[in-house]
């Protein structure tokens, strides 16, 4: 920086150090957490809509931090991916998820599914094909009971390298599933290059869906389009009775949201699968 006039130089100067240095605690902190394994997963349940079972789960990642309190993945993942942590903590959350399932499928329930988010960032360097190979093999879950969610934006990055690791994945046995879908760029084009199993509908769409028309014609839209091509699909952010009435009306097989259940602490999530057995 140069100086540019008295005073105004040592005030921002003095701004922008406050703002970086609080950006460095945050870091550290976030590094002390991975590395001292204190991260924790919440687990949402993810409903068939025509039975309302749970069929599977969606793991979100959590951090208590000791002064600051819980702190929202939304603001610490994307910190993560631009201080280089993300892989670290990607590869602790698929460990973490895949040994948890296990517990859950060991305790009767082994046709659970579990659903892992994958950053752009962590194919980058491909080290996610081993983080997810040795998930498998330290918990011994089938790799069809594993889903990996990836947002459209996984796609934008160096399309060949990316599709060779997702080419890769899909050998393994896992599944893949684009989260948020219709809020990337879609160009649908990857939808011939690789083979996903399942679409999640963006919540932004499923929210207004009872009294927006355009946001209902686009949920039509993205269901049929799912369907055609023979994958399965799930609404997020379903918050009403209302909705999720409409969404088995338009025939949409999967949904996610707080009318059925907020992401859970794993011995919650287990009471409510206990809940669901016939006995
Ligand atoms: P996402 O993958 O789209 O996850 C769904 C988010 O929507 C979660 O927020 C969930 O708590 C919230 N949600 C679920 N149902 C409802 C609902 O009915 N209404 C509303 N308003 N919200 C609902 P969360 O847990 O704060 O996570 C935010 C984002 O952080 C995730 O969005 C995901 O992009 C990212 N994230 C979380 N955990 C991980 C992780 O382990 N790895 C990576 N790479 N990203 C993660
Ligand atoms: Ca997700
Ligand atoms: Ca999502
Ligand atoms: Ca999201």
């Given at each position: 920086a140069k100086r540019n006039g008295r005073g105004t130089?040592?005030?921002?100067?003095?701004?922008?150090?406050?703002?970086?240095l609080e950006r460095l605690r945050i870091e550290a902190a976030l590094r002390t957490a991975i590395e001292s394994d204190t991260l924790r997963l919440e687990?949402?349940?993810?409903?068939?809509?025509?039975?309302?079972?749970?069929?599977?789960?969606?793991?979100?990642?959590r951090w208590d931090h000791p002064e600051r309190g819980s702190i929202p993945p939304g603001l610490f993942i994307p910190i993560a991916e631009d201080c280089g942590l993300i892989?670290?903590?990607?590869?602790?959350v698929l460990r973490k998820a895949a040994l948890q399932l296990r517990a859950w499928?060991?305790?009767?329930?082994?046709?659970?599914?579990?659903?892992v988010n994958l950053s752009a960032r962590q194919f980058q360097r491909g080290v996610v094909l081993k983080q997810v190979e040795d998930?498998?093999?330290?918990?011994?879950?089938?790799?069809?009971?594993?889903?990996?969610?990836?947002?459209?934006?996984?796609?934008?990055h160096d399309g060949e390298a990316v599709m060779a690791v997702l080419r890769r994945l899909k050998a393994l046995g896992v599944k893949l599933s684009i989260d948020d879908f219709g809020t990337g760029y879609s160009s649908f084009a990857y939808l011939r290059r690789i083979k996903f199993d399942k679409i999640k509908i963006?919540?932004?769409?499923?929210?207004?869906?009872?009294?927006?028309?355009?946001?209902?014609?686009?949920?039509?839209?993205?269901?049929?389009?799912?369907?055609?091509?023979?994958?399965?699909?799930?609404?997020?952010g379903v918050?009403?009775?209302?909705?999720?009435?409409?969404?088995?009306?338009?025939?949409?097989?999967?949904?996610?949201?707080?009318?059925?259940?907020?992401?859970?602490?794993?011995?919650?999530f287990a009471q409510r699968l206990q809940s669901l057995r016939p006995s």
């Open positions: 130089y040592q005030f921002a100067n003095a701004t922008m150090n406050e703002a970086a687990y949402q349940p993810l409903i068939h809509l025509p039975s309302g079972r749970i069929v599977g789960t969606e793991a979100l990642c892989e670290a903590l990607g590869g602790l499928h060991d305790a009767g329930h082994p046709e659970l599914m579990m659903s998930a498998l093999a330290i918990s011994g879950i089938s790799p069809d009971r594993l889903e990996l969610e990836l947002t459209e934006s996984v796609l934008l963006d919540q932004s769409f499923v929210r207004d869906l009872i009294d927006d028309p355009d946001n209902a014609a686009i949920v039509r839209g993205v269901i049929s389009l799912a369907l055609s091509l023979g994958l399965a699909v799930l609404a997020e918050e009403t009775e209302e909705v999720a009435q409409r969404l088995r009306h338009l025939q949409c097989t999967y949904a996610q949201g707080y009318h059925f259940d907020r992401p859970l602490r794993p011995e919650v």
